[in-house]
């Protein structure tokens, strides 16, 4: 079993839709939770930063983190076409942050 | 400052061969990181500097990879006799301060060994 799980897809959705993004993981001692973008043939871009447990809210999206389940979670509210993009998540148990450990990424694909 | 920089954001070799790729992180951020990922996966971490010394390798760092940051700022990624199992993007990320486990991505270099 991988450290960490998370479904490569593809999801398609239309234009509006709520999205639902999800990771597991079996690390206990993770603490640091982060989701990055990811476009085609570019450099991952970070997204959202959480500690522990809770929720986080930016904008149309939202972290949330249950370590109870170990299992994390990414909403996109009124999805656009350039949210169209691999979304991975990352995850730390250092906060010195030696190194992060990646889901290998979900492909989203929103259409007008 | 625009972020994290990398060069050559492509590089084709023949196997075999010797490659090196530089990183620049953004400016005083103190920890620095290269990972490597291939297609369908997530990056992979590969090794990571506090300032020039350099804390962790991952054990997918053989003995033909180097990393280098010898000032503290940039710093170099070296892989030697290339073989067409090196063929990945090679990222590289940098942190603000101790404390933070924020990585920053540049835009990566594409390797492909033919």
Known sequence: ?112 | DTGVSQDPRHKITKRGQNVTFRCDPISEHNRLYWYRQTLGQGPEFLTYFQNEAQLEKSRLLSDRFSAERPKGSFSTLEIQRTEQGDSAMYLCASSPRQGDTEAFFGQGTRLTVV
């Open chain 1, 1 to 112: 079993q991988k450290e960490v799980e998370q479904d490569p897809g593809p999801l398609s959705v239309p234009e509006g839709a709520i999205v639902s993004l999800n990771c597991t993981y079996s690390n206990s001692a993770f603490q640091y939770f982060m989701w990055y973008r990811q476009y085609s043939r570019k450099g991952p871009e970070l997204l959202m930063y959480t500690y522990s447990s809770g929720n986080k809210e930016d904008g149309r999206f939202t972290a949330q983190v249950d370590k109870s389940s170990k299992y994390i979670s990414l909403f996109i509210r009124d999805s656009q076409p350039s949210d169209s993009a691999t979304y991975l998540c990352a995850m730390s148990a250092d906060q010195a942050g030696t190194a992060l450990i990646f889901g290998k990424g979900t492909t989203l694909s929103v259409s007008s």
